[in-house]
């Protein structure tokens, strides 16, 4: 199973007994684990964005141009489940908040192929569809 989640509740994913892989553009301090730099943002327009306020849809268009659009989510999908049983994608953002790992979670299930999911860590419980 493949899941997403953020940085902050990494110790409690790997309590959970998920494997945490990166695909933010980089890491927190001292992590050394697994990442997925394919689904990372670039750099340059995220900043652009982050500076200049600009929308989120400008950022959704960027993404799916920039990373999206030059993957095929079914060899992503393999990549990611030889990285390890129940994986979980971090980037920085809390589930409430706009991120790339919630789109990369629905162009994934767009293929009818997957199930990625927000992991909630209340009572190890794992519904909340994206």
Not at 11 to 32: F, H, M, Q, R
Not at 64 to 89: A, R
Request: charged share 20%.
């Amino acid at each position: 199973m493949i899941y997403t989640g953020y940085w902050a509740k990494i110790k409690e994913y790997e309590a959970n007994g998920l494997t945490p892989v990166g695909i933010s553009g980089w890491s927190p301090d001292g992590y050394t684990g697994k990442t997925y730099k394919k689904l990372a943002p670039k750099y340059a327009w995220w900043k652009e964005w982050h500076d200049n306020n600009l929308s989120e849809q400008w950022y959704i268009t960027q993404y799916q141009n920039t990373v999206l659009n030059k993957l095929n989510p079914v060899i992503v999908m393999n990549e990611l489940q030889k990285m390890g049983d129940n994986v979980v994608l971090l980037c920085f953002e809390t589930p409430d908040k706009f991120c790339h790992r919630h789109l990369v979670a629905t162009w994934l299930n767009a293929t009818k192929t997957s199930d990625v999911r927000e992991y909630i860590l209340k009572s190890k419980q794992t519904n909340m569809k994206l």
